[in-house]
């Protein structure tokens, strides 16, 4: 049977909640989420834009801060002592964890780094006191590790600013695997990448993946990424996880009509067929459809559907999809 | 046929370094080709990152100053000296960049930015003709006004964002628009909407657009023209079908076989 | 903008409590405008009496009604303070906003300048000034010099925010839709830096009101011109403590704490209403 999982979510909900000055708002970004991620898997998340994967991040690596509120259900990591809850943990421990266990490529970290200081001093004051060693052991470490991800040293000199996006982005993913954690969570983090860098990069993640045995959290709206890269898929929609599975049958057995239309509507070189995006608007969240939140613009919807939410059926072994029109085994 | 663009030899080079160990980055060098006035064209920028790409478009869009070459449009440096001239270019040629979500001042409404467009370079002379400027833009994009009227960019979704910023770029009626990653940010199906988006510019109003991007597929899809740069240089350049299904120089090559195809055919290419 | 305080009032104690103290500071610079006594006569009632129903704050040993002279004391305080702080934020944000969002050489040379400003020792250049300029020292000048010495900190605090902003996409959109440079920096720039200035302006009138005390209370200072500072002077010249006059130095230091307190309550809590994060939420946007 499946190993014991590395990371298990269970109906994981954080809302974004806020009241300033008499005006309340909640968003429930992540809306009762569930999935595990075994050892030594490569788990990759697509989805809409807005769906919430960014916040389902977070959450995952307990960076939970106004207005996010975690609601319910927990996130819970094999290499935490069991039955502690990340979100119970802490504080000391979880900075202990945090990048010599667990690292997280933020979604558009390489806009973040220190624009008045260089890349050499971004690194001496985020990795050295983990790495620990002399300086300039260290630094041969760093420029070892820039150079797996094509970086010349030289960029050590450079201010961010001065730097390519695609640059500075694998400049992110250095500083978070160079320490190589045991678990590592990366929010788009080749996109602003040429396709050459990018598999090389990715091409290290996997290595480094392999190397010591971790698991990944990888999310991308490229696709061919997760076709690439990813043993397992799950796909947001507005909150919630529509699909999951192993990456093979999404590709090529997608269950969902939202995954349906995605998966169809990727170009390839080589084919001219026309494509096209989904058709009307994308849902507020603050004010989320009833029932399914896909059924203002799915081609499926019936009565039930407005209605009642679909809850998470198997369909297949490790295959489950949240839709009233796709026959699954039980609840 | 008049040209539209010209870059001829456009060279750009940064400093780099403290004060001991500066050296100098050829960023951009020798780049040349030409946008034709009467044959609008979807003329696609792919390559190596790092290349030069995006410090291209700043020079093209007069944010740079070129540092060798010239760059020309309609006949005219780009940018312009006076405040009139830079005006007088800036109706000409557009930019759409990468993020939608941070494409317009999160504090502001995003109809003030198509009314003060409309009023600055549309020749719009009081706001009642803004508005209409601004809602033809808006509808040449699929949306409307009424739509936008009073909505903070919070409130719209990603994709409607790219195509508001797509919309205010139309408004000055320009004939070229420079669109540095207009698509990586957002999914796959917005990325579709978008390009989709472009080709109906160019067949309908008869735009020229630049498209830098990384995904390949997309360009095959939509460019005509592409170039491939690679460490400052253009290495390969042609017609874009032509050039990605079976590309000559051995840099292009190793990209188009970088290409990650989105079909899962048994395990997991990256091992 | 009346929405703005109103909201406050409902929604925030911070700010009802330091608007409070601050009107009652207000009150008594405004009744300075009907004080009985000029502000400079001296024995015009009789020295050294405590707090009673005729002299409320009782009255100093040069023959002055503490509340009348308190009042007028608190008013040019006050108006100091503000001056100090408005000329200097002026200058901070011209400086800052201007020499991040224009970089090269224009950033060199103001920074430059700058840098300068903030290594010049403080004290010793006010006390040089005081001797060389001696009997043509006013309040107003010393406001002027104080202003420009108190901008240089913050306008580079200023800059570094501007810097970031500049590189943001939106200031590419505001330039291509045909806005000035003074325009970008004014409608899109000003906004995100309001939170720095609104706490700086409290920081630079502490500092410069606690500046003036102290410069006052050693002596430094016209003394013709009745300020908090100015009291303490003539207190401590009198042995106010010692003689047993407490009410001469108590309450021109209660004043001078509650406006100290008031200022920062309001400013604090302006703070979070002005905040682009938070006025985000409020309009009910996500991610700044
Ligand atoms: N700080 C915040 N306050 C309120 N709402 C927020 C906040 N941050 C995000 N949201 C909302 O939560 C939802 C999910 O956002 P999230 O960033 O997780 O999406 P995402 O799936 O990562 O999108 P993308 O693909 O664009 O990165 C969005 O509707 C967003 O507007
Ligand atoms: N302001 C600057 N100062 C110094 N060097 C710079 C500056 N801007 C860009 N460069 C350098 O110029 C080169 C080209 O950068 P550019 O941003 O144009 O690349 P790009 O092709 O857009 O890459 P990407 O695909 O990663 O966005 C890089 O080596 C970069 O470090
Ligand atoms: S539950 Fe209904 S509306 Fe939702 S995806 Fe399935 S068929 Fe469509
Ligand atoms: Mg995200
Ligand atoms: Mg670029």
Known sequence: MTPQPILRVEHLKAHFRSSY???????????????????????????????????????????????????????????MPPETNLFGADPAQLAKIRWSKLSYIMQGSMNVLNPLRQIRFIFRDFAAVHIGGSRSDFETKTVNHLSRLRLDPSV??????????????????????????????????????????????????????????????????????????????????????????????????????????????????????????????????????SGCRFHPRCPLASDICRTERPKMRQIATEHRVACHAVAGDQA | MTAL???????????????????????????????????????????????GKTTLARMILGMQEVSGGTLSLEG????????????????????????????????????????????????????????????????????????????????????????????RALVSKPRLIIADEPVSMVDASLRMAIVNLFGELRDKLGLSIIYITHDLATAYYIADRLIIMQKGEVVEAGAARAVLSDPQHPYSKQLRDAVLSPQVTGSPSIK | MKRIIFDLLKYNSEFRIGVFLILIVMCMAGLSFFSPYPPNDVFVVP????????????????????????????????????????????????VGLSSGYLGGWVDRVLMAINDTFIVIPL?????????????????????????????????????????????????????????????????EHLPYVLPIIFSTTLNNMNWSIGLEVTLAVLGFMDINTPTIGGMIYWANQHTAIVAGIWWWITFPVLTVVATFVGLYLIAVSINEYIDPRSRLSRMGGGQS
């Not at chain 3, 020295?47 to 008013?75: C, E, H, K």
């Open chain 3, 123 to 187: 004290f010793p250049i006010l006390i040089l000034f005081y001797f060389v300029l001696r009997d043509s020292m006013s309040t107003i000048l010393l406001a002027v010099i104080m202003s420009s010495l108190g901008w240089a900190y913050d306008s580079r605090l200023i800059r570094s925010v501007a810097m970031s902003l500049k590189t943001r996409e939106f200031t590419g959109t505001s330039v291509f839709s045909g806005m000035t440079i003074f325009e970008i920096l004014r409608r």
């Open chain 2, 76 to 167: 005219n440096r780009v940018g312009g000296r006076t405040r009139k001239e830079r005006l007088a270019f800036m109706a000409k040629v557009q930019p759409i960049f990468q993020n939608p979500f941070e494409a317009f001042n999160p504090l502001k409404k995003i109809d003030y930015y198509l009314l003060l467009t409309a009023m600055r370079f549309g020749g719009s002379a009081d706001l009642s003709e803004a508005e209409a400027a601004a809602d033809v833009a808006l509808r040449q994009v699929g949306l409307s006004l009424s739509e936008v009227r009073g909505r903070f960019p919070h409130e719209m979704s990603g994709g409607q964002l790219q195509r508001v910023a797509i919309a």
């Open chain 2, 5 to 51: 663009l010209t870059l001829n030899n456009v060279c750009k080079s940064f400093m780099r370094g403290g004060i001991l160990s500066r050296h100098r980055i050829e960023a951009v060098k020798n780049v040349s080709f030409t946008i034709e006035n009467n044959r609008p064209e979807i003329f696609a920028i792919i390559g190596e990152s790092g290349s």
């Open chain 3, 47 to 94: 020295p050294d009496a405590p707090p009673s129903a005729d002299y409320w704050l009782g009255t100093t040993s040069r023959g002055q009604d503490v509340f009348w002279q308190l009042s007028i004391a608190i008013r040019n305080t006050l108006a100091f303070g503000l001056l100090v702080a408005l000329l200097s934020r002026v200058i901070s944000i011209v």
């Open chain 1, 156 to 289: 050590l000199d450079a201010y961010p600013h001065e730097l390519s996006g695609g640059m500075r982005q694998r400049v992110t993913i250095a500083l978070a695997t160079i320490c190589r954690p045991d678990f590592i969570i990366a929010d788009e983090p080749t996109t602003a990448l040429d396709v050459i860098v990018q598999k090389e990069v990715l091409g290290m993640i996997r290595s480094i993946q392999r190397e010591i045995g971790s698991s990944v959290l990888f999310v991308t709206h490229d696709m061919g990424v997760h076709a690439a890269l990813t043993d397992k898929l799950g796909i947001m929609y507005a909150g919630c996880l529509v699909e999951a599975g192993p990456t093979a049958d999404i590709f090529n057995a997608p269950q969902h009509p939202y995954t349906r239309h995605l998966i169809h509507s990727l170009p390839r070189i080589g084919d001219t067929v026309q494509r096209t995006g989904l058709t009307g608007t994308p849902p507020n969240l603050a004010n989320p459809p």
């Open chain 1, 21 to 79: 000055f008499g005006v309340y708002r909640e968003v429930p970004a992540v809306d009762d989420i569930s999935f595990d991620v075994a050892p030594n898997e490569i788990f990759g998340l697509a989805g809409e834009s807005s769906s919430g994967k960014t916040t389902l991040m977070k959450t995952i690596a307990g960076l939970i801060a106004p207005p996010l509120e975690l609601i319910g259900g927990k996130a819970q990591f094999s290499f």
